[in-house]
């Protein structure tokens, strides 16, 4: 099962705590000097993120990257970047997709 939050124009406070998580330094620049209109966190067993992963950046116009925790290795987080409209059609497709 995989756990889906939409933010609707992440406040500077949460877009910081999420750029603390990412590896991706290229994207985590990226985020420090371009405003993005929504965030899809995604959140579930490897496998089942990796397809989210896969069928977020087919359907939508989003950039998507791991988020780091303390989760168990099992279970892991996306976070799924881009326009209101583009980060909805990817989260509704994975949600589809169950």
């Known amino acids: 099962m995989l756990n889906c939050e939409l933010i609707h124009n992440p406040s ?6 999420l750029k603390r998580k990412i590896h ?3 994207l985590a620049a990226y985020l420090e000097t371009h405003r993005v209109e929504a965030v899809g966190l ?4 490897l496998a089942k ?3 989210a992963a896969d069928i977020a950046e087919k359907v ?10 303390s989760c168990p290795q099992h ?5 799924v970047f881009g326009s209101t409209s583009a980060v909805k059609v990817a ?3 994975v949600q589809k997709r169950g």
Do not use: C, H
């Open 49 to 51: 993120i990796l397809v």
């Open 75 to 79: 279970i892991t987080m996306i976070a």
């Open 91 to 93: 989260i509704e497709a």
């Open 12 to 17: 500077p406070g949460s877009l910081q705590i």
């Open 42 to 45: 995604i959140q579930g067993q």
């Open 60 to 69: 939508a116009n989003v950039m998507v990257t791991e988020i780091a925790g």
């Open 24 to 26: 991706d330094r290229e």
